[in-house]
């Protein structure tokens, strides 16, 4: 497709269960990004992969959290046993810049998790 | 490390005012500065941003922001405010090349007519 696609675009689920949230980037964009936006806390950082490798992974919150890239393109986020303060909407991102701080990036529409 | 505060939650205007978004930011190298926008149930995407050419950046939709060493700010401003202006704006900044971007918690503007 021509942007971000996150899927699935909502998702409610019960405290302890485990979610995955998919990200496919723009075709060719070797950079995505994970963050995680809630409510009056504005854009979180969670991870950024180049290629495959994720050289920055500092900002998961947990163990509970985990992400992959493979092929370099689709990224599949994890979060094992879910928690009430999980919930928020993650958003993914992805640019064709070697150095991320210096181009823009292209966001999804994001996935809403709620963790009842 | 880098970090950006950007004062006021919800900023109210009216239509045909100024609109003056802050941001001021910490970096402890020239830092790169973006401005991003979200419009309700979307995602983020680019206004504008500053890569250490001119201080003073225009961007899509009438918005500019000025970037002030001195004062480490880089406020985003409009001439006109619209009603289609009403979104929520993100400042954030990057450290260098190969670091990340770090955002701010976000602005909402409300413009009434």
């Known amino acids: 497709g021509a942007g971000v696609s996150q899927s699935p675009s909502n998702k409610v689920t019960e405290k302890g269960k485990d979610v995955e949230l998919r990200c496919d980037p723009i075709?060719?964009?070797?950079?995505l990004y994970w963050y995680r936006q809630s409510l009056g806390q504005g854009l979180e950082f969670l991870i950024y992969f180049q290629g495959n490798s994720a050289p920055d992974k500092s900002g998961l919150p947990s163990d509970r959290f985990s992400a992959e890239r493979t092929g370099g393109s689709v990224s599949t986020l994890t979060i094992q046993r879910t928690q009430q303060e999980d919930s928020a909407v993650y958003l993914c991102?992805?640019?064709?810049?070697?150095?991320?701080?210096?181009?823009?990036?292209?966001f999804g529409e994001g996935s809403r998790l709620t963790v009842l | 490390a880098q970090s950006v505060t950007q004062l006021g939650s919800h900023v109210s205007v009216s239509e045909g005012a100024l609109v003056l978004l802050r941001c001021n930011y910490s970096?402890?190298?020239?830092?790169?500065l973006f401005w991003y926008v979200q419009y309700p149930n979307q995602g983020l995407q680019l206004l504008l941003k500053y890569t250490s050419a001119a201080t003073l950046v225009k961007g899509i939709n009438g918005f500019e922001a000025e970037f002030k060493k001195s004062e480490t700010s880089f406020h985003l401003t409009k001439p006109s405010a619209h009603m289609s202006d009403a979104a929520e704006y993100f400042c954030?900044?990057?450290?260098?090349?190969?670091?990340?971007?770090?955002f701010g918690k976000g602005t909402m503007l409300l413009v009434s007519p």
């Open positions: 970096s402890s190298v020239p830092p790169y």
């Open positions: 075709s060719g964009h070797t950079a």
């Open positions: 991102a992805s640019n064709a810049m070697t150095e991320p701080g210096t181009g823009e990036l292209f």
């Open positions: 954030a900044v990057s450290g260098s090349g190969y670091s990340t971007l770090t």
